[in-house]
Nanobody, 123 residues
Framework: QVQLVESGGGLVQPGGSLRLSCVAS????????MGWYRQAPGKERERVAA???????YYADSVKGRFTISRENAKNTVYLQMNSLKPEDTAVYYC?????????????????WGQGTQVTVSS
């Protein structure tokens, strides 16, 4: 059974930073692509970033240059370092495991999702 557990969310002021973590179990982590998504109130879930098993990274234009996705296979963990946070980054952030990354960088998510962690950017 695949389990994904996110942590690291919270309340931060604009311009601040947070690091999200997602620990995976029930999968062969090192051979799977991983992704981060977010969903703001009243909006559809959107892709934020993805990382392949070979450590190639992909970002949504809205977060490029501010967010960094990384993975630590020894800990079955994927991270999302978020810097220069803006109020529009406020959302519930979800981890996804085992999706497919296409040649154009699009990450198609799998059915494996974490429970989400709330990120609120506000002064």
């Amino acid at each position: 059974q695949v389990q994904l557990v996110e942590s690291g969310g919270g309340l931060v002021q604009p311009g601040g930073s947070l690091r999200l973590s997602c620990v995976a179990s029930g999968i062969t982590f090192s051979t799977n692509a991983m992704g981060w998504y977010r969903q703001a109130p009243g909006k559809e879930r959107e892709r934020v970033a993805a990382i392949s098993s070979g450590f190639r990274t992909y970002y949504a234009d809205s977060v490029k240059g501010r967010f960094t996705i990384s993975r630590e296979n020894a800990k079955n963990t994927v991270y999302l370092q978020m810097n220069s946070l803006k109020p529009e980054d406020t959302a519930v952030y979800y981890c996804n495991a085992g999706g497919t990354i296409y040649n154009n960088g699009y990450y198609r998510p799998s059915n494996y999702w974490g429970q989400g962690t709330q990120v609120t950017v506000s002064s």
